[in-house]
């Protein structure tokens, strides 16, 4: 079993910055893709950022080259820069990271943090 554990959240002005980590844990051979999606009130969850193990990038529009998502392969780690943040930025925003594991393949996801941006 694989555990995620996100922190960073919080209240931020716009145009502040926060920055998301989500670690791994847990019964982990190999992790491949890592990720981060966010559900704001009403809305459906979508893909904010995601990477690969080689650390190829993909992004939502609204977000690029204001979000940058790297990695730690070493501490199992996924972040989510966020600068020039907007109040449409709020959402809860969770990770997602898919791997194998000892017996199985995983696809994971953290608990979620809430990101407030006020204007």
């Known amino acids: 079993q694989v555990q995620l554990v996100e922190s960073g959240g919080g209240l931020v002005q716009a145009g502040g910055s926060l920055r998301l980590s989500c670690a791994a844990s847990g019964s982990i051979f190999i992790i491949n893709d890592m990720g981060w999606y966010r559900q704001a009130p009403g809305k459906q969850r979508e893909l904010v950022a995601a990477i690969t193990r080689s650390g190829g990038t993909n992004y939502v529009d609204s977000v690029k080259g204001r979000f940058t998502i790297s990695r730690d392969n070493a501490k199992n780690t996924v972040y989510l820069q966020m600068n020039s943040l907007k109040p449409e930025d709020t959402a809860v925003y969770y990770c997602?990271?898919?791997?194998?594991?000892?017996?199985?393949?995983?696809?994971?996801w953290g608990q979620g943090t809430l990101v407030t941006v006020s204007s």
């Open positions: 997602n990271v898919k791997g194998l594991g000892v017996l199985t393949a995983f696809d994971a």
